[in-house]
């Protein structure tokens, strides 16, 4: 493929997702809130109707709260593609958000297949906070096309996403992610160049690197340092607490995986995740983590 073509915001009609995961369905359901003709892609039906079936229940939530019409959800559905035929549905797709496994092969090897199946104007994004786009931009001949796109989750809720371009990416590539978030509703935060954990993620590590460090010295138990993390700084919920809910498992791995960017041994994960993860106590999702969610 050697011809390019710019791509801005408003010519943007319809979003692919790749993966139905939690992360997946709750961005494509995003993108065809906000007006776009949208298709979610999984490998597996089972996957799409575990992703519908859950979408559904959200949706359906927000109309009997009132935060929604049903005429809006009516119309959203109308707009959203479930859909295991990956290749019909990217061939006429604007930009593709991939949200599948954290893997950097599999990753390297569907942008290539993205890159033939695409038209040429499309943009090809990468939900992953963990690997950076230029690892995978190689496998195309697209990389000024090619940037990280990271919704946090739930991705129906929190307002950020980071717009993180590789040494490759155009500006117009940058331009224009960032304004899809914008009209997605959310509030994006636009880096100037590509760091391992990104911005959030490295502010949240410190934080959780300063409280795994208290811990693991025996200064104060990790349920009074959530304490003051709620009470003092007015945080949601504390680093311990959140460690639980986003998986000890996705935590272990995230680090492994910016310790294989970076060589350094400060990446690796601390010991007493990596006891829990070696435990299969992965937080909320398995019934316990540093807390006991078994009832």
């Known amino acids: 493929m050697t011809e390019t073509q710019s791509t801005t915001a408003s010519e943007i009609n319809r979003v692919s997702v790749i993966g139905a995961g939690t992360m997946g369905a ?25 992703a519908r079936t859950s979408l559904a229940k959200r949706l359906d939530r927000d109309v009997q709260k009132g935060r929604r019409s ?17 290749d019909a549905a990217v ?3 604007d930009f593709v958000i991939e949200a599948a496994v954290e893997d950097l092969g599999i990753k390297k090897s569907l942008f290539s297949e993205l890159d033939e199946l695409c038209p040429p104007h499309t943009i090809l994004a990468t939900n992953s906070s963990n690997i950076v ?11 000024e096309k090619v940037c990280n796109m990271h ?3 739930p991705a129906l809720v929190m307002k950020c996403v980071e717009v993180v371009p590789n040494p490759q990416t155009s500006s117009e ?13 959310k509030d994006p935060v636009q880096l ?14 410190a934080l959780r690197k300063e409280a795994l460090d208290l811990y693991n010295k025996g200064i104060v138990d990790f349920q009074d340092i959530d304490t003051a993390a709620k009470t003092a700084l007015g945080h949601p919920m504390g680093p311990f607490e ?7 498992d996705v935590v272990y791995l995230i680090r492994l995986a910016e310790y294989e960017q970076t060589g350094d041994p400060a990446s690796l994960p601390d010991p007493a995740v990596k006891e829990l993860y070696e435990a299969g106590r992965y937080g909320r999702k398995s019934g316990h983590g540093w807390y006991s969610y078994e009832s």
């Open 242 to 248: 959140l460690m639980d809910l986003v998986g000890i």
């Open 26 to 50: 709750q961005i494509a359901m995003v993108a065809a809130l906000a007006g776009f003709s949208t298709d979610l892609i999984d490998i597996k039906e089972q996957q799409l109707e575990q």
């Open 173 to 185: 590539t940058v331009a224009t992610t960032t304004a899809l978030a914008e009209a997605m509703g």
């Open 91 to 93: 061939k006429q797709s």
């Open 70 to 86: 049903q005429d809006e959800v009516d119309a959203t559905w109308d707009r959203m593609n479930l859909t295991t035929d990956r």
């Open 151 to 153: 919704f946090f989750n």
């Open 192 to 205: 100037h160049k590509e760091v391992p954990g990104f911005v959030a993620n490295r502010l949240l590590n």
């Open 133 to 143: 786009s230029s690892r995978i931009a190689e496998a195309t001949n697209r990389p």
